[in-house]
């Protein structure tokens, strides 16, 4: 990887990196890699660094670290940025119910907005992507890994993107215009990113599907929220379990009486095993027992 | 304690926020106009970045059910006692059974009324700051509704009322504002027409003006280069591949409406943004009303430095002042 790293400073309060313009798990590793060398800095007057997908930021306090220095610190650590292509992280499992009748009631409400009105957002994602029918882009959703390369928008969503090679990635337009309203936990996906909504609210992305597990909560109810009232971390690789309505409603009654809990295991994820075999490498995460 | 008769239009408990959440998506929050906010604390022997209210367009009604000092800044609303009008920028004291509401606003939008001791709301991450869209801090991670019932701190010993604000300390708000821009991040992106006439340009402040945001309106729309979109980016040419957004950056979803982020900022997402309104300037653009007119323009990160330089003598000067 020899793309140039490019600098901005957005203000006098934030650094922007961009490791790349376009989106690559060689660049999210790049970021993730400088991010965390930075973090080891422990530079006073850095208040946050902020992980996205192929880019980074930095915000600080210019009182305590000056611009120029804080630039020369971050250049300081570039050469990290290639070093670094193993990961100990969670992988996590989340059951989804696709095709819901919320998502299908809020789509329904907005297809004004859509590309397609005369479809569904499943069928018009499994129609753009040369998939035969919905089960098919259920089958191509649920059926390999996806890395969590980013957290945020609103508190505690994740950006995932899939392990899968360059040309099987799921790749759908954002809404024409966003929506006002997006059911709590819902599927999207916009781009080449998938992403779990955290909250309800505005979004703009495609809606697949929901999950009963909450991923925020500011009262940190279950046990998988108490260390932290976000869930998420970037890195995290994330595996969708197709459920039923049954199994969803059994689960929403564990989430309502506290003791709905996810399948999270250790993993030792390699970047370069994945480079090496893009179909068999994440095949092996998918059937680890969880 | 306080009990709210009528919340007004969107009230919520701001302090100075909190750092260091925003990479899980979690904004600063805090006064919008920080400034104000500080004025308001420390006319009624508060720290400066004690607990108030944030007092928007249209401001709440309040009984009290105790003795109090307060103070109102920021935007010009005179404040009204049992009916009496009363003093912007000066602290006076509201005795108990009294009611506390608001004239229609005059200039700037958001009004900020401090307690001695402060509005007694659980700290959540190192701040007393409501984020509305992630339900957290605040009274109940909400604006506030009828009925609520705000506990308040002890008051400081040398809160003493008649303390007001004078010359330069006072709050400036109304007319046409210029805001300071640092050109950046995806400035690139712009045609060289469209980076000239976002900086020629007087723009409106649209109704879409919030604590995520304000958006602008009634300049030309602002061409992108196009391109052949990079992988993962989206197919406008405004789009990127999602990153993070700065406290104050400039969006323009479609090259449309550009759109400044503020306290309660979206973290990140897939537009580029072609610039950031400096710290300094933030405060200023959380008292402007839709409709009210702004212009941009650039300058060095050098002269924005400066700029935060002056930003906090001015804050030093507030301190002193009132202090003494």
Redesign the interface.
């Given at each position: 990887m020899t793309t140039a790293i490019r600098y901005?400073?957005?203000?006098?309060?934030?650094l922007?990196v961009?490791l790349?313009?376009?989106?690559?798990l060689e660049a999210f590793f790049r970021g993730l890699a400088m991010t965390r060398a930075v973090q080891a800095l422990q530079l006073p007057g850095i208040?946050?660094?902020?992980?996205?997908?192929?880019?980074?930021?930095v915000?600080f306090d210019?009182?305590v670290l000056p611009?120029d220095r804080l630039l020369a610190a971050v250049q300081g650590v570039e050469d990290l940025a290639v070093a670094e292509r193993r990961l100990a992280t969670r992988l996590i499992e989340i059951p989804v119910l696709y095709n819901d009748p919320w998502t299908h009631e809020t789509l329904m409400r907005f297809r004004d907005r859509h590309q397609d009105p005369s479809a569904t957002d499943l069928e018009y994602a499994a129609r753009i992507n040369g998939l035969a029918d919905v089960e098919a882009f259920i089958a191509a959703h649920s059926g390999a890994p996806w890395f969590v390369s980013?957290?945020?928008?609103?508190?505690?969503?994740p950006?995932m993107?899939q392990m899968v090679e360059?040309e099987r990635q799921l790749q759908v337009?954002?809404y024409l215009r966003p929506r006002t309203d997006t059911p709590k936990q819902t599927l999207g996906h916009?781009?080449?990113?998938g992403c779990i909504y955290?909250?309800r609210?505005a979004g703009g992305y495609q809606m697949f599907g929901v999950t009963p597990a909450p991923i925020?909560d500011?009262a940190q109810r279950l046990d998988y929220l108490q260390e932290?009232?976000?869930f998420f971390r970037p890195g995290d690789i994330v595996r969708f379990r197709a459920i039923d309505r049954a199994e969803y409603d059994r689960m929403l009654a564990q989430v309502e009486e506290g003791s709905f809990t996810l399948n999270i295991r250790p993993v030792d994820f390699s970047l370069d095993a994945f480079l090496d075999d893009p179909r068999g490498y994440p095949r092996t995460l998918m059937e680890e027992p969880a | 304690m306080i009990k709210v008769l009528k919340p007004g239009l969107a009230t919520s408990i701001q302090d100075l926020g909190r750092?260091?959440?925003?990479?899980?998506?979690?904004p600063p929050s805090g006064a919008m106009d920080s400034y104000a906010l500080r004025a308001a604390n420390l006319l009624v022997g508060n720290v400066p970045g004690a607990a108030a209210l944030e007092c928007t367009l249209l401001g709440p009604e309040l009984h009290f059910a105790e003795d109090a000092l307060v103070a109102l800044s920021g935007a010009r609303m005179t404040p009204r006692l049992d009916g009496a009008e009363m003093p912007l920028d000066e602290a006076f004291v509201v005795q108990a059974g009294q009611v506390l509401k608001f004239d229609y606003l005059k200039a700037g939008a958001r009004g900020y009324l401090a307690v001695a001791g402060g509005f007694d709301v659980p700290e959540?991450l190192g701040s007393r700051s409501t984020?509305t869209?992630?339900?957290?801090g605040g009274f109940q991670?909400r604006r506030l509704a009828v009925g609520d019932e705000l506990a308040v701190g002890t008051p400081a010993t040398s809160a003493k009322p008649g303390t007001r604000l004078s010359g330069d300390l006072l709050p400036a708000c109304g007319g046409e504002v210029t805001l300071r821009?640092?050109p950046?991040?995806y400035h690139h992106r712009l045609t060289a027409d469209a980076a000239e006439a976002f900086f020629a340009d007087t723009w409106t402040v649209g109704s879409e003006a919030d604590r995520i945001g304000y958006r602008f309106k009634g300049g030309r729309p602002l061409a992108f280069t196009p391109r052949e979109q990079?992988?993962?980016?989206?197919?406008d040419p405004s789009?990127?591949?999602?990153?993070?957004y700065?406290?104050?950056?400039i969006q323009v979803p479609a090259g449309l409406e550009p759109i400044v982020l503020h306290q309660d900022a979206?973290?990140?997402?897939?537009y580029a943004?072609i610039?950031?309104?400096?710290?300094?300037d933030l405060d200023l653009i959380g008292q402007l009303q839709p409709n009210q007119k702004a212009r941009f323009v650039a300058i060095t990160?050098e002269d924005?430095?400066a700029a935060?330089r002056l930003y906090?003598e001015r804050l030093q000067r507030l301190e002193q002042v009132l202090a003494s």
């Amino acid at each position: 990887m020899t793309t140039a790293i490019r600098y901005s400073f957005g203000g006098d309060e934030h650094l922007f990196v961009e490791l790349s313009e376009s989106m690559s798990l060689e660049a999210f590793f790049r970021g993730l890699a400088m991010t965390r060398a930075v973090q080891a800095l422990q530079l006073p007057g850095i208040h946050d660094i902020c992980l996205a997908n192929a880019s980074f930021q930095v915000r600080f306090d210019p009182d305590v670290l000056p611009p120029d220095r804080l630039l020369a610190a971050v250049q300081g650590v570039e050469d990290l940025a290639v070093a670094e292509r193993r990961l100990a992280t969670r992988l996590i499992e989340i059951p989804v119910l696709y095709n819901d009748p919320w998502t299908h009631e809020t789509l329904m409400r907005f297809r004004d907005r859509h590309q397609d009105p005369s479809a569904t957002d499943l069928e018009y994602a499994a129609r753009i992507n040369g998939l035969a029918d919905v089960e098919a882009f259920i089958a191509a959703h649920s059926g390999a890994p996806w890395f969590v390369s980013m957290v945020g928008f609103v508190a505690g969503l994740p950006f995932m993107f899939q392990m899968v090679e360059p040309e099987r990635q799921l790749q759908v337009p954002k809404y024409l215009r966003p929506r006002t309203d997006t059911p709590k936990q819902t599927l999207g996906h916009g781009g080449c990113f998938g992403c779990i909504y955290s909250v309800r609210g505005a979004g703009g992305y495609q809606m697949f599907g929901v999950t009963p597990a909450p991923i925020y909560d500011p009262a940190q109810r279950l046990d998988y929220l108490q260390e932290h009232m976000v869930f998420f971390r970037p890195g995290d690789i994330v595996r969708f379990r197709a459920i039923d309505r049954a199994e969803y409603d059994r689960m929403l009654a564990q989430v309502e009486e506290g003791s709905f809990t996810l399948n999270i295991r250790p993993v030792d994820f390699s970047l370069d095993a994945f480079l090496d075999d893009p179909r068999g490498y994440p095949r092996t995460l998918m059937e680890e027992p969880a | 304690m306080i009990k709210v008769l009528k919340p007004g239009l969107a009230t919520s408990i701001q302090d100075l926020g909190r750092e260091g959440y925003y990479h899980l998506g979690i904004p600063p929050s805090g006064a919008m106009d920080s400034y104000a906010l500080r004025a308001a604390n420390l006319l009624v022997g508060n720290v400066p970045g004690a607990a108030a209210l944030e007092c928007t367009l249209l401001g709440p009604e309040l009984h009290f059910a105790e003795d109090a000092l307060v103070a109102l800044s920021g935007a010009r609303m005179t404040p009204r006692l049992d009916g009496a009008e009363m003093p912007l920028d000066e602290a006076f004291v509201v005795q108990a059974g009294q009611v506390l509401k608001f004239d229609y606003l005059k200039a700037g939008a958001r009004g900020y009324l401090a307690v001695a001791g402060g509005f007694d709301v659980p700290e959540v991450l190192g701040s007393r700051s409501t984020y509305t869209l992630g339900s957290l801090g605040g009274f109940q991670g909400r604006r506030l509704a009828v009925g609520d019932e705000l506990a308040v701190g002890t008051p400081a010993t040398s809160a003493k009322p008649g303390t007001r604000l004078s010359g330069d300390l006072l709050p400036a708000c109304g007319g046409e504002v210029t805001l300071r821009v640092v050109p950046g991040l995806y400035h690139h992106r712009l045609t060289a027409d469209a980076a000239e006439a976002f900086f020629a340009d007087t723009w409106t402040v649209g109704s879409e003006a919030d604590r995520i945001g304000y958006r602008f309106k009634g300049g030309r729309p602002l061409a992108f280069t196009p391109r052949e979109q990079p992988f993962g980016a989206g197919s406008d040419p405004s789009n990127i591949v999602d990153s993070c957004y700065p406290i104050g950056s400039i969006q323009v979803p479609a090259g449309l409406e550009p759109i400044v982020l503020h306290q309660d900022a979206v973290s990140g997402g897939g537009y580029a943004m072609i610039g950031t309104v400096i710290s300094s300037d933030l405060d200023l653009i959380g008292q402007l009303q839709p409709n009210q007119k702004a212009r941009f323009v650039a300058i060095t990160l050098e002269d924005a430095l400066a700029a935060r330089r002056l930003y906090k003598e001015r804050l030093q000067r507030l301190e002193q002042v009132l202090a003494s």
